[in-house]
């Protein structure tokens, strides 16, 4: 069955801005840590958490966090996620979760677009649906149940198929993390979660996610030949974001 994306941010630092602006104050203030958190706690750290961005002083920025679950994505854009090694991931087992009772799965638009194409995709997919039922049940008559079985069968799964999973990243690979994957040349589906998930921190720490995106955003294009040639456009998108 066809599913879709669906992006929730579970949780984050408590006050993220203001517990990035007391990490960078205690590298120069004297101040025990009591009266730096009072002085942070009462006082607006906008101003001075935009001074730390424009500085470039980022290592503050690692010490707030966010916590997302993602379902309806494609084990093709998790096996692209995971390439971010600087974050936490659990991912839905396919060796712990059978998918005798049907697996979902991604159909990209350039393939719905076409009813032909989308047909046989869908065709494909229930094919592939008997071969894991077929390769479960064989197994099974041999006496390699539960695991075992599922470990084996899952060979037959194409890349469409659906997965689950929990990302959490600090502040500052988010920022990495939405300057690769929201650009244009980023694949379809993982530029997708990438906007669903910025436009979920950017209520939550809006200093430090104001010109979050595509590297095109807060400066020229950084893909150099390979651009897309719209930044003005994705300017004025990210700006409604």
């Given at each position: 069955?066809?599913?879709?994306?669906?992006?929730?941010?579970?949780?984050?630092?408590?006050?993220?801005?203001?517990?990035?602006?007391?990490?960078?104050?205690?590298?120069?203030?004297?101040?025990?840590?009591?009266?730096?958190?009072?002085?942070?706690?009462?006082?607006?750290?906008?101003?001075?958490?935009?001074?730390?961005?424009?500085?470039?002083?980022?290592?503050?920025?690692?010490?707030?966090?966010?916590?997302?679950?993602?379902?309806?994505?494609?084990?093709?854009?998790?096996?692209?996620?995971?390439?971010?090694?600087?974050?936490?991931?659990?991912?839905?087992?396919?060796?712990?979760?059978?998918?005798?009772?049907?697996?979902?799965?991604?159909?990209?638009?350039?393939?719905?677009?076409?009813?032909?194409?989308?047909?046989?995709?869908?065709?494909?997919?229930?094919?592939?649906?008997?071969?894991?039922?077929?390769?479960?049940?064989?197994?099974?008559?041999?006496?390699?149940?539960?695991?075992?079985?599922?470990?084996?069968?899952?060979?037959?799964?194409?890349?469409?198929?659906?997965?689950?999973?929990?990302?959490?990243?600090n502040a500052r690979e988010l920022l990495h993390f939405f300057r690769q994957r929201c650009c244009n040349r980023a694949q379809w589906e993982i530029r997708a979660m990438a906007i669903e998930m910025l436009k979920?921190?950017?209520?939550?720490?809006?200093?430090?996610?104001?010109?979050?995106?595509?590297?095109?955003?807060?400066?020229?294009?950084?893909?150099?030949?390979?651009?897309?040639?719209?930044?003005?456009?994705?300017?004025?998108?990210?700006?409604?974001?």
């Amino acid at each position: 069955m066809e599913t879709n994306l669906k992006v929730i941010l579970l949780a984050h630092t408590p006050n993220p801005e203001a517990t990035i602006a007391m990490a960078a104050k205690l590298c120069y203030s004297p101040s025990d840590i009591e009266s730096l958190k009072q002085k942070t706690a009462t006082k607006d750290q906008k101003g001075f958490v935009e001074k730390l961005m424009n500085m470039g002083h980022m290592s503050p920025i690692e010490h707030a966090s966010f916590t997302f679950a993602v379902e309806g994505i494609s084990r093709a854009c998790s096996h692209q996620l995971v390439r971010h090694r600087l974050a936490s991931y659990s991912q839905q087992s396919q060796r712990y979760v059978s998918e005798e009772g049907g697996f979902d799965y991604v159909i990209p638009q350039t393939i719905k677009g076409d009813p032909e194409l989308e047909k046989y995709f869908i065709e494909f997919m229930g094919k592939a649906q008997k071969a894991y039922n077929h390769v479960v049940k064989r197994l099974n008559k041999k006496g390699i149940k539960g695991e075992a079985a599922n470990q084996d069968a899952r060979f037959v799964l194409p890349n469409a198929a659906e997965t689950k999973i929990m990302i959490t990243m600090n502040a500052r690979e988010l920022l990495h993390f939405f300057r690769q994957r929201c650009c244009n040349r980023a694949q379809w589906e993982i530029r997708a979660m990438a906007i669903e998930m910025l436009k979920a921190v950017k209520g939550i720490a809006p200093t430090v996610f104001a010109v979050s995106g595509p590297g095109c955003l807060a400066g020229p294009c950084p893909e150099g030949a390979y651009t897309c040639g719209k930044a003005v456009e994705v300017r004025e998108r990210f700006k409604k974001l």
